[in-house]
């Protein structure tokens, strides 16, 4: 009888087919799926592949889908986002890093506002998906009232079990139309819409087959549509000095400021970098 393949062997061959494949991070998506299947962080797991242990059953097909360029995060079902772990898989975006920072600078503001101002504070956080945005902004800050809106009848279900039990509200609708009984009245409105121009089509196969396309193109040739009615619906919900944050592509940072400074319903119009440092949000105050 042949002994079974040791996990540490296992591992190393997985990472050879999954660089073959293309994958950005061979050896480490090698290691979470094995962690995945065993149940354990990838700390244990390291100090695992110095022991004895035998490679997991169902090894070979998790890394033959990643090896297709299934996103690892459909795979494990796992997205770390902030201090979240989100449930995700097919028919929702997979929420990004670049998103954390955008919730930053939303929190942050509603920090100061709860600092200056007496009463609950309003959110609103527009195109879900996951959850990801509305989900920090509930869990991290306290006592603020947070709304999120999705029209995607495949992403709404995954972002009403992320959002249950934070006290959100979520709405499935579109966000051109949305919280009518709000307007004029929230605090902070955060949005990372769909933004990727027609013709720009993303290059990793993971974004590409497996992101929806409701989730990734803006609408119109520079993918300006959505971006356009998530700030026109920022504009309807928030107060007067009421903050705008929305995330987008680093190459329309001066085309988004465009879309604000233009409007003439907002002022301290900024872009903002990412932890890479390149501009991937703006903001406005409304007027
Ligand atoms: C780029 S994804 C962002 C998802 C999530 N906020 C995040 O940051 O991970 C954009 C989301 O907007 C949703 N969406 C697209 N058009 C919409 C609309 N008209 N109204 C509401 N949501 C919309 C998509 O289905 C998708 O879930």
């Not at 898989?89 to 200056?116: C, I, N, Y």
């Not at 990372?192 to 409701?214: F, G, Q, S």
Request: a negative charge; glycine letters at 10%.
């Amino acid at each position: 009888m042949d002994s079974p393949v040791s996990l540490a062997d296992a591992v190393k061959g997985a990472t050879a087919v999954l660089a073959d494949a293309g994958v950005p991070s061979p050896a480490v998506d090698a290691q979470l799926l094995a962690a995945h299947l065993l149940g354990v962080g990838r700390g244990e797991l390291a100090a695992m592949l110095f022991g004895s242990a035998a490679a997991p059953a169902g090894y070979d097909a998790l890394v033959a889908r990643r090896a297709a360029r299934e996103p690892l995060q459909h795979i494990t079902g796992v997205a770390y986002f902030r201090h979240l772990e989100l449930s995700v898989g097919k028919g929702v975006f997979v929420p990004r890093p670049e998103t954390e920072s955008v919730v930053q600078l939303a929190l942050d503001v509603l920090t100061r506002m709860s600092q200056e101002r007496e009463g609950g504070l309003s959110a609103v956080d527009l195109g879900t998906g996951s959850g990801a945005i509305a989900a920090s902004l509930a869990t991290e800050a306290a006592g603020v009232r947070v709304h999120a809106v999705e029209l995607s009848d495949d992403a709404f279900p995954w972002a009403q079990r992320n959002l249950a039990g934070t006290g959100a509200t979520l709405v499935h609708g579109d966000m051109r139309d949305a919280l009518h009984e709000l307007d004029g009245t929230v605090d902070v409105v955060v949005s990372n819409p769909p933004y990727i121009p027609a013709d720009a089509i993303p290059r990793d196969l993971e974004v590409r087959l497996h992101d929806p396309h409701m989730a990734l193109y803006g609408g119109g040739a520079d993918g300006m549509e959505m971006p356009t009615a998530a700030a026109a619906t920022a504009a309807r919900l928030l107060r007067p000095g009421g903050y705008f944050v929305m995330e987008h592509a680093e190459v329309q940072a001066a085309q988004m400021a465009a879309l604000l400074e233009g409007s003439g319903a907002w002022e301290n119009v900024r872009s903002h970098v990412d932890l890479t440092g390149r501009d991937r949000a703006t903001s406005g105050w409304r007027r």
